[in-house]
């Protein structure tokens, strides 16, 4: 295939690089805010374990569901360009927004008719319990711990608080003091980055669509180029905001992640020419065209895009309200839906290649439901249950959170050479295949990492190698399944319904993240100020949820593994 553009950066069109850039920052600035979401929530809001890992599951879901509604605007009015610039604003100000933190909530013991704050004297997994004695001059603190089954408090230097040095749980009474102003803002945050995501994904991987003519044989390596950007992005976040967020205060790792935000939106617009006229609005007179008084269907769009940012706020906020029959119900309305598309307006190989895409699009729920604990359950499990030094230094949580983007980047390369050897020998797995065992993987990194928990005992620490390890065996699966995943819909889906198809994967991909939300709610632990009272109970729990969710995936492979021939045949040739 000859290609005939001129400007060109080794060979590929130069509008890559600023798509790899802005996107690269944008995933920064995502994924440094989600490695350290969980823990702000359970230690700076107070949260309980099942409250967070709700609302960050109905978060995480909400970012990719939205996609589908930045995706139909983008085709029908806006083009890639204008909604990718709207989405890059809104993620400024919600990535900044989540800087304003303010003092947190403070949780208060009443007992014998004096009242003491309960707080942790830092952040993460290594800070300690304190309990401060109110309203007393200079009032004195001291470092508390649970007993094991967490019936009794018990205080280092009782004296000076005058306490005695064990309370019984029954004892005293807690509650919770929460500044809701900045609550408010937290809520409204998370509102802008969902929309900003929403505008913003699906579109960028349009645009690099849009960058190779069809049949371009660079287009490929021009996707797994771009996916390095993403992995790039989440890798220096992960290490960069997780650090200064526990280390330094929360809003420096979440403001770090406005200002990467900040640098992609000011790469986008500065670099817009490279794009060549990629990505520009369907019909730009229909965009002028006035609707309601002075406001233009352009204005219309934007004014959608505050009404999701009002919508995702009061879904956020009420997350622990909305019934998750709900949630499943949603999902299988649309796929009514998509079948219902399917079998009245396609017909012969096209129905069956969109039926093989369906496939696809389900059988990624197990492995997300799985892989994304890394961002909750198992950031909270680091955080509390796992002896974090490496190298003389204590690591935070949410740093490990690089792991997964360091694998993807030194594996992608070596998976796909595999696969090039395999194919040589007539050995390539079918995407079916391939899916099967990512899923598969899903569950072994669990069974894995239940295996390296049992050996340090009832209440101990686990070791670090096994944190390592589950990331790496998820790492591998991911590469089953997301590209592969990504690459079939495109090739499956009819020209003219990739977009809603592609909008399809996203959104089933958010409602597994939903789903990954209830199972790490199984896991939640009690706590105070966000730290365990009872060790030992909170690791049989972990120990129980993660086998089970191991089992129940591995046996989904199993299934997935005998139907793929059926699904092979529904491709027709399109492997
Ligand atoms: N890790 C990929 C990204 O951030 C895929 C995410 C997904 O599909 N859930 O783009």
Same mark, same amino acid.
């Given at each position: 295939m000859t290609h005939t553009d001129t400007n060109t950066l080794f060979g590929h069109p130069r509008g890559l690089v600023i798509l790899f850039l802005t996107e690269m920052w944008e995933r920064f600035s995502y994924y440094g805010m989600r490695g350290l979401l969980i823990l702000y929530l359970t230690q700076h809001f107070l949260f309980s374990d099942e409250r967070s890992t709700v609302l960050y599951g109905a978060y995480t879901a909400l970012v990719y569901v939205m996609t589908i509604i930045g995706g139909v605007l983008a085709d029908r009015y806006l083009g890639s360009r204008k909604a990718v610039t709207f989405g890059a604003i809104l993620l400024v100000l919600g990535h900044l927004g989540m800087a304003f933190e303010g003092s947190g909530s403070r949780q208060i013991m009443s007992f014998n008719g004096a009242e003491y704050q309960l707080t942790l004297? %830092?952040? %993460? @997994?290594d800070a300690n319990q304190i309990v401060i004695a109110l309203d007393q001059p200079g009032q004195p603190s001291s470092r508390i711990s649970f007993n094991d089954g967490g019936s009794a408090m018990l205080v280092a230097e009782p004296a000076a608080l005058g306490l005695p040095a064990a309370i019984n749980v029954s004892e005293y009474t807690l509650r919770t003091e929460t500044q809701s102003l900045y609550l408010n803002i937290l809520y409204l945050s998370l509102a802008l980055i969902i929309t900003g995501v929403g505008f913003l994904k699906a579109n960028i991987s349009t645009m690099v669509g849009d960058l190779y003519g069809f049949g371009d044989t660079r287009r490929d390596s021009g996707f797994t180029i771009f996916y390095m950007g993403i992995n790039l992005g989440s890798f220096l976040a992960s290490i960069f905001c997780g650090y200064l967020g526990i280390v330094y205060g929360w809003k420096y790792g979440f403001g770090l992640a406005g200002i990467g935000m900040l640098a992609g939106l000011v790469i986008f617009l500065r670099y817009?020419?490279?794009? =060549? @006229?990629? @990505? =520009?609005?369907?019909d730009p007179l229909k965009l002028r065209e006035k609707v309601l008084g002075p406001l233009t269907v352009e204005n219309l769009c934007y004014l959608t895009g505050l009404g999701i940012i009002a919508v995702s706020m009061l879904l956020v906020m009420n997350a622990h309200l909305v019934h998750q029959g709900y949630v499943g119900m949603l999902g299988v309305i649309i796929l009514v839906v998509l079948l219902g598309y399917t079998f009245m307006a396609l017909h012969g190989v096209e129905r069956n290649r969109m039926l093989a895409a369906l496939y696809f699009i389900l059988a990624q729920i197990p492995f997300w439901a799985l892989f994304e604990q890394g961002g909750s359950s198992l950031n909270l499990f680091t955080d509390r249950l796992v002896d974090r030094s490496l190298f003389g230094f204590s690591v935070p949580a949410p740093v490990f959170q690089s792991l997964n983007a360091a694998f993807i980047v030194i594996f992608a390369p070596l998976l796909a050479w595999c696969w090039v050897i395999l194919a040589r020998r007539g050995l390539n797995p079918s995407t079916p295949v391939k899916f099967a065992l990512g899923v598969f993987m899903a569950g072994l990194g669990f069974l894995a990492l239940v295996g390296g928990m049992k050996v340090s005992g009832a209440a101990g620490m686990t070791a670090v190698y096994f944190i390592f390890l589950i990331y790496w065996i998820h790492t591998i699966g991911e590469l089953m399944l997301s590209p592969v995943g990504l690459s079939a819909v495109t090739k499956l889906a009819p020209a003219r319904a990739v977009g809603m198809t592609m909008g399809a994967w996203f959104l089933y991909s958010g409602l597994s993240n939903y789903l990954a939300g209830i199972i790490a709610a199984g896991t939640g632990a009690d706590t105070i100020g966000g730290q365990l009272t009872d060790t030992a109970a909170a690791k049989a729990t972990y120990i129980e949820v993660y086998t089970n969710v191991g089992y129940v995936a591995m046996s989904i492979a199993l299934v997935m593994l005998l139907v793929s021939p059926v699904i092979k045949r529904l491709m027709q040739d399109a492997d």
């Open positions: 004297d %830092g952040r %993460g @997994g817009q020419s490279w794009l =060549e @006229g990629r @990505g =520009e609005p369907p």
